[in-house]
Nanobody, 120 residues
C-alpha cells in the first residue's frame, strides 16, 4: 500500500508565498512522474506542474515564472514553491504520484488535497 501526505497549504495575501510538500511512503520501487494539480470551486481539476524522474519539468502557462516544482527522490517527496501568489491561484491543490512497484506494475495515486487561499 502506498500513501501520500500533503502539507503546506494555508491562507496568504496576494504577492505572498507558500510551499507545498507531498511525501510518498509504502511499497514503491521507483517513482516516475510527480505532479501538482488544482481545483477551484466550480471548475475542473487542472495541471499546475509536473516533474519526471529525470528532472524534466512542465508548467501551466498561468504559473510559469511564479511556481517551481522540485523533488527529493531519497525522501520520495515533491515540492511546489509558489511565489507572487494571486487570488486566482486559490484552489485545493492535489499531488499526484506515478510509480513502479516491486512487481513491475505501474500505479498512480492522488493526495488528499490541501487548500490554498490567496486574499486580495
Amino acid at each position: 500500500q502506498v500513501n501520500l501526505v500533503e502539507s503546506g497549504g494555508g491562507l496568504v495575501q496576494a504577492g505572498g508565498s507558500l510551499r507545498l510538500s507531498c511525501a510518498a511512503s509504502g511499497s514503491i520501487y521507483s517513482i516516475r512522474t510527480m505532479g501538482w494539480y488544482r481545483q477551484a470551486p466550480g471548475k475542473q481539476r487542472e495541471l499546475v506542474a509536473t516533474i519526471t524522474s529525470g528532472g524534466t519539468t512542465n508548467y501551466a502557462n498561468s504559473v510559469k515564472g511564479r511556481f517551481t516544482i522540485s523533488r527529493d527522490n531519497a525522501k520520495k517527496t515533491v515540492y511546489l514553491q509558489m511565489n507572487s501568489l494571486k487570488p486566482e491561484d486559490t484552489a485545493v491543490y492535489y499531488c499526484n504520484v506515478n510509480w513502479w512497484d516491486y512487481g513491475g506494475s505501474s500505479s498512480n495515486l492522488w493526495g488528499q488535497g490541501t487548500q490554498v487561499t490567496v486574499s486580495s
